[in-house]
């Protein structure tokens, strides 16, 4: 079996489909636009009473359907205007090397998503920094510095024109 079939095999043993009703999907809708409101408001939004809602919200928290709770920061506003997308070669994507590198980049705070990928690159990151120099120095010592890469393509964000992490809850 290749290394492609195993993480797909992995990935789909993993994840059990946790069974949605329309209660619940409009409930994480309303958590999706706004989590901090409290569980009153979202239940008089989606039209329970409120110990329903918090029980259907807690039960979603257990099984890990709302995996955590977070504030989204404007990246401008904090001086972290530069974003780039860079597509990863590992010189030799085995195994061993796929989790060296899963472990390096969890500890780089430059990158806030990873994506192992198919295709002529191994993984897309995307990279945020205060500017282009910031950039070429995450490249140049860090990522460039691994003797795990042997290639990375960088695309720089012009304009963001949609971004959500909201997911298309039908």
Request: charged share 25%.
């Amino acid at each position: 079996m290749g290394i492609l079939s195993e993480i797909l095999l992995n990935s789909m043993a993993k994840q059990e489909i946790f069974s949605l009703d329309d209660a619940d999907r409009r409930i994480l809708r309303a958590l999706q636009e706004d989590a901090s409101r409290s569980v009153g408001d979202v239940a008089e939004e989606i039209g329970l009473s409120q110990t329903p809602a918090w029980r259907r919200i807690k039960r979603m928290r257990e099984a890990g359907v709302i995996r955590k709770v977070v504030a989204l920061v404007d990246p401008e506003a904090v001086g972290l205007a530069f974003t780039s997308y860079a597509f990863v070669k590992l010189a030799l994507p085995s195994s061993d090397n796929m989790t060296r590198f899963d472990g390096m980049v969890q500890r780089w705070p430059e990158v806030v998503m990873c994506e192992r990928i198919t295709g002529a690159v191994d993984y897309l990151i995307k990279v945020v920094a205060s500017d282009i120099k910031d950039y070429d120095d995450f490249l140049r010592h860090k990522l460039l510095a691994t003797d795990l890469v042997s290639d990375v393509q960088s695309r720089i964000v012009v304009s963001t024109v949609k971004q959500t992490s909201a997911l298309p809850l039908s």
